[in-house]
């Protein structure tokens, strides 16, 4: 979970060059007003064009350069520049703040820099921009309007970043000349193909779902013109065959009243994958079309002519539809349309695999060739509908009125992948450990996100043909559902307004945590926290208890959801002000930015980036050692700056202006004459009493806000400063604790100084060390006074031995008070006596008996018999030895004890 660090920096605040790029007004530093004439102005333009829902992407970026729609016209700057050249201009006024001749300079160097702070990109459009999105490579940008789409080729960054500050002109091209214009159905999604060749693949989807694949070339003009699939998914959602016809209707023609007309209004679109090697083969040719009245469409596979595929896309599709294929011939359960289904998959990839594919240069960084296919023609360009997707339990009553989808694509198997193989070194995934299911994530116009979870695995599917077996079992395929998961709310009832468009931004950290924007703030999501937990259950081969743990799971902390940045729409400005999907960028400079717009004011936040974006999910390191403590002390702040309301900068003047449009041409001779008592009179001061108190509503209603603000800021500095106080006086409790017991009295002109403190603490602390000693001695004294004289060395060294003895012979007590006796020297010396007798008559014994008798049942060698006698007369003087030792060590101890 980020946590913000600052909000709003001051090089997008005003008056910087950073806040004029999202400005209407060129000259706002020095005509503020005029900044507010010419945003009502812009705001009046966009009230007659009637009220819009759907997405504001304005914001589009490219690395650290923006794109910003401000009005109607494009402006590109650079972050990093912006944010460098405030700081030196910051340093160079404070350097510099003494001198009123180097302050006239520095003047002029900060306007220098005001000018250069963004190039105006031009192209005619009449249409209010809605949507700007750059294509992958960053050559291509997407200029989209309700009705309309234009196509412009973005200059070089370079070429952008120079001095000059004149407009350029940029060169664009309308896509669809004929088809998408106001005389057609609005546009509802447009999108770059992830598997484009050079990132010069479009698809659109307008409000009545038809899908149109656009493969573009500067080169030609009639690209631009034409698409190169359309297929009307009205149509294709009743379809029972290839041979049916599931193109869009042409121009003139009616497509006439159905019921489709309502439930398949399209919201928003997008492609369940990136292209990337991590994720599944079936995932970035999949198009997923979610409707405004809750139904949510799959069509797999969408491709455009040529296409170029990752690494693993082709090798991972073979490997599981031939392992699939080959399940089937031994399974007799399969139906007729899973075999159907199998068998076109097998063609589709048989007809990829026998392919010689071309090679192209990559546009990356690397510069690898890149693979180009061309699209399978068998089974064919159309794939099948797949849906609409079961998401709410059949007895709920909720009504899903969707605004936006985004969909994070499922891993690729890698063990399937590399089944057979040795060596893995080859593929340079840095994902492996994600889920291996994708996860749907849906939001609604009340600012409720749904969390679902594909645990089918969508693939590639195709309408039979009419000569197949399967179309004789037409609807034998259930509905598919999706699993959902959780439903997270990011509105109140009550803030929920007509128009409101919550709008999805990827995250540039993880695939698993993406943002949320609407008219209140952003919202950050993390979907890392049971990922992974989720995914051991999906993959383990035992089901027992399943059920409990999945419950487990989603009954546990779930999806973590926090608003990183809110918005404020006061009511002085008028109606709420738009607010732009906002875009999330990480940067050495910057660090890890949030940057979006309400109106025409920039709001950004400075998150807290993760330590690590270990397998695509931002996790700390485990292992971390040393963490700077100082970071437990870096919050972040508890609201963002205060940013002055447009009203403050609005024109108030009532000129030429005001009297050209509120007085007719008739009466203008009026207003070089006296004014007269007359009903024109009376209709213009009734006119400007209006205007004036609409305008000083909103100025006063600004400026109690701001004196709001003064007053609560002066509560929370004094609040802040006695907080201060207490600690302060609890620090000079803590280093006087002990001054009052001793009736100390502190001399006043040591009350400042903190060592005095410590001194007189030491000073009592060595006196009652010292007091401590002479107590010690006086008992230890007292004590050698009541027992008699002292002990002398021998008596002690005697009463020492006397202990050991008695430990000798009654043992040593355990623990629980009992005594053991321990073999001492007096029952070893009575033992070793003992056992000598007994064995100097054994020896005895044996000498006597001389030879042994020739009837006896052993026969022992003489040598062997001496040898053995004298190994016992051996022991037996040792044991002798010992047993002398021992009896001469006792009488020396009676001898001693009875002395």
């Known amino acids: 979970m980020p946590k913000v660090i600052s909000y709003t920096p001051s090089w997008l605040s005003r008056p910087s060059p950073g806040f004029r790029l999202f400005s209407s007004s060129q000259d706002v530093s020095r005509s503020p007003r005029a900044n507010g004439k010419a945003s009502a102005l812009a705001v009046s333009s966009n009230k007659s064009e009637g009220d819009y829902l759907g997405p504001q992407r304005t914001i589009a970026r490219r690395g650290t350069e923006i794109f910003v ?182 121009l003139g023609r009616s497509r006439g009243f159905s019921a489709d007309a309502i439930e398949m209004e399209v919201a928003s679109a997008c492609f369940g994958g990136n292209g990337t090697a991590e994720e599944h083969g079936w995932a970035s040719m999949t198009l997923w079309v979610a409707m405004k009245e809750g139904d949510v469409y799959a069509l797999c596979p969408l491709l455009p002519n040529k296409w170029q595929p990752p690494p693993t896309l082709v090798p991972s599709l073979s490997t599981a539809i031939v392992s699939k294929l080959a399940a089937q011939r031994e399974d007799d359960a399969v139906t007729a349309e899973e075999k159907c289904h199998n068998d076109q998959q097998y063609h589709w990839i048989s007809e990829i695999d026998s392919q010689e594919p071309a090679f192209a240069a990559n546009d990356s960084e690397f510069g690898d060739e890149v693979e180009i296919f061309h699209r399978p023609a068998h089974p064919g360009p159309i794939p099948r509908l797949q849906g609409p997707f079961e998401i709410l339990p059949d007895d709920s009553e909720e009504y899903l009125e969707i605004s936006d989808i985004h969909v994070v694509a499922a891993k690729v198997d890698l063990d399937e992948l590399m089944l057979g193989e040795d060596d893995e070194s080859d593929l340079d995934l840095t994902d492996q450990d994600g889920l291996s299911a994708a996860m749907i994530c849906l939001s609604t116009t009340n600012g409720r996100v749904y969390v679902c979870l594909d645990l089918e695995g969508l693939e590639g599917q195709w309408l039979p043909t009419k000569r197949s077996d399967a179309l004789e079992f037409p609807d034998s395929t259930p509905q598919p559902s999706l699993t959902l998961l959780e439903a997270l709310d990011t509105l109140c009832p009550e803030s929920t307004l007509r128009g409101e468009w919550p709008t999805f931004s990827a995250d540039v950290h993880s695939r698993y945590s993406f943002f949320l924007t609407n008219n209140t703030g952003v919202f950050f999501f993390s979907l890392a926290s049971w990922v992974q937990g989720l995914e051991g259950e999906l993959q383990s081969s035992n089901g027992a208890g399943s059920a409990i743990r999945l419950d487990v799971l989603t009954q546990g902390p779930g999806t973590l959801r926090k608003r990183v940045l809110p918005i404020e729409h006061r009511d002085e400005d008028g109606p709420r002000a738009a607010v732009a999907a906002c875009v999330v960028l990480q940067d050495s400079d910057l660090g890890y930015f949030l940057l979006t717009a309400v109106g025409e004011q920039p709001q950004a936040a400075t998150l807290d980036s993760p330590y690590d974006q270990l397998n695509g999910i931002a996790y700390p390191f485990p292992h971390r050692d040393f963490e700077p403590e100082m970071k437990l002390l870096a919050l972040g702040p508890s609201r963002a700056a205060y940013q002055p309301p447009m009203s403050l900068f609005e024109d108030l003047s009532f000129g030429s202006t005001f009297l050209d449009k509120h007085q007719d041409s008739r009466h203008k001779w009026t207003r070089t004459q006296e004014i007269r008592l007359s009903g024109a009179t009376l209709q213009l001061m009734t006119e400007a009493h209006r205007v004036l108190s609409e305008q000083t509503q909103r100025l006063g209603a600004a400026a109690a806000d701001l004196f709001r603000r003064c007053e609560r800021m002066q509560d929370e500095f004094r609040e802040q400063i006695r907080r201060a106080d207490e600690v302060a006086t609890r620090i000079d409790n803590l280093a006087d604790a002990d001054g009052d017991d001793y009736g100390e009295a502190e001399p006043k002109e040591h009350e400042l100084t903190a060592n005095y403190f410590i001194e007189k603490r030491l000073e009592r602390a060595k006196a009652k060390q010292g007091e401590l000693v002479a107590r010690h001695e006086a008992l230890r004294r007292k004590l050698a006074r009541s027992g008699g004289r002292e002990l002398s060395e021998k008596e002690e060294g005697w009463i020492a031995e006397i202990d050991k003895v008695e430990h000798s012979v009654l043992g040593e007590e355990t623990e629980d008070g009992d005594e053991q006796p321990r073999r001492e020297l007096w029952q070893r010396y009575k033992e070793a006596r003992d056992l000598a007798n007994a064995l100097v008559e054994q020896a005895k014994a044996v000498a006597e008996s001389g030879q042994p008798e020739s009837n006896g049942s052993f026969k022992v060698p003489p040598d062997l018999r001496k040898a053995k006698v004298a190994q016992v007369m051996g022991l037996l003087e040792r044991e002798s030895a010992l047993v002398e030792a021992a009896q001469s060590r006792l009488e020396r101890l009676n001898l001693f004890t009875a002395s």
Not at 88 to 112: D, F, I, T
Not at 172 to 193: D, E, I, K, N, Y
Request: hydrophobic letters at 35%; one cysteine or more; aromatic letters at 6%.
């Open 69 to 250: 729609v401000v009005g109607n016209e494009i402006r590109w700057s650079d972050l990093c520049m912006l944010k460098d050249d405030w700081e030196e201009a910051q340093a160079l006024r404070k350097s510099n703040s003494r001198s009123k001749r180097v302050n006239y300079s520095n003047g002029s160097h900060e306007e220098g820099h005001a000018e250069r702070s963004y190039r105006m990109l031009k192209f005619p459009v009449s249409e209010q921009i809605r949507q700007i999105i750059p294509s992958p490579n960053g050559q291509l940008l997407a200029i989209v309007t309700s009705y309309t789409v234009h196509i412009a080729t973005l200059p070089d960054s370079s070429h952008l970043g120079q001095p000059d500050t004149t407009p350029i002109r940029l060169k664009t091209h309308m896509l669809g000349p004929t088809t998408h214009v106001l005389s057609q159905p609005a546009v509802a999604s447009v999108l770059w193909h992830p598997l484009g060749v050079g990132a010069n693949c479009l698809v659109t989807i307008n409000a009545e779902a038809v899908v149109r694949v656009w493969e573009i070339s500067r080169e030609s003009r009639g690209s631009f013109e034409s698409p190169t699939l359309t297929i009307d998914l009205r149509k294709l959602v009743h379809g029972t065959s290839q041979e049916d016809d599931f193109g869009a209707f042409g």
